[in-house]
């Protein structure tokens, strides 16, 4: 039940520094971006053709992830008992 415990703090301590760094890495890139207002003057182009739409991806995905995080981590802790204990 410990090494469980233990997978499963591990798999969420991992998904919660990506989710922060992403999360991190978009306010850096907001705070450091600087528009060039003079030049986009002279290139009129369509907004049709410039916007760009995300994907949006399934929250199971998260899940799976997340337990597919915790079952490596779970075996990594079992080896490395047999191994050093």
Same mark, same amino acid.
């Given at each position: 039940?410990?090494?469980? /415990?233990? #997978?499963? @703090? *591990? #798999?969420?301590? /991992?998904?919660? &520094?990506? *989710? &922060?760094?992403?999360? &991190?890495?978009?306010?850096?890139?907001?705070? =450091?971006?600087?528009?060039? /207002?003079? =030049? #986009?003057?002279? =290139? *009129?182009?369509?907004?049709?053709?410039?916007?760009?739409?995300? @994907? @949006?991806?399934?929250?199971?995905?998260?899940?799976?992830?997340?337990?597919? @995080?915790?079952?490596?981590?779970?075996? /990594? *802790?079992?080896?490395?008992?047999?191994?050093?204990?």
């Amino acid at each position: 039940m410990k090494t469980i /415990i233990q #997978s499963l @703090v *591990i #798999s969420f301590i /991992i998904h919660l &520094v990506y *989710i &922060v760094g992403t999360m &991190v890495v978009g306010y850096i890139k907001t705070r =450091n971006y600087k528009p060039d /207002i003079e =030049n #986009s003057w002279e =290139n *009129i182009k369509t907004l049709q053709k410039e916007v760009a739409f995300g @994907v @949006v991806g399934s929250p199971l995905f998260f899940l799976f992830t997340f337990i597919g @995080v915790a079952l490596i981590c779970g075996l /990594i *802790i079992i080896s490395y008992g047999k191994i050093v204990g």
